[in-house]
């Protein structure tokens, strides 16, 4: 569940689904509740901003990070929570491809 698009087959899975947050990075729009980013603490709302060490500025740059990624690694995201302006740091271990 990344993007619309859908990632290349060989990119890990996130549970997500994003769209574009005006170049702020990609806001998200579903997370289930079973996967490492519901477990990492995103939610509905949040706007990733960075993944991986890598700045996040809309769909193609956060799938272009991802796919830099192992299936289970342990990534760290950045994101801002819905309704705050902190930018807040989370790990979280990447499913299988």
Known sequence: MVPSAGPPPSVPKVGLEIVDADG???????????????????????????????????????????????????VTVLYIPLGQGDVVGANMRLGPV
């Open 24 to 74: 702020r990075g990609v806001r998200i729009i579903n997370v289930r509740s079973d996967a490492a980013a519901y477990a990492a603490g995103l939610r509905i709302g949040d706007i990733i901003v960075q993944f991986n060490g890598m700045t996040v500025v809309d769909k193609k740059s956060f799938v272009s990070a991802l796919g830099q990624c192992k299936p289970f690694a342990v």
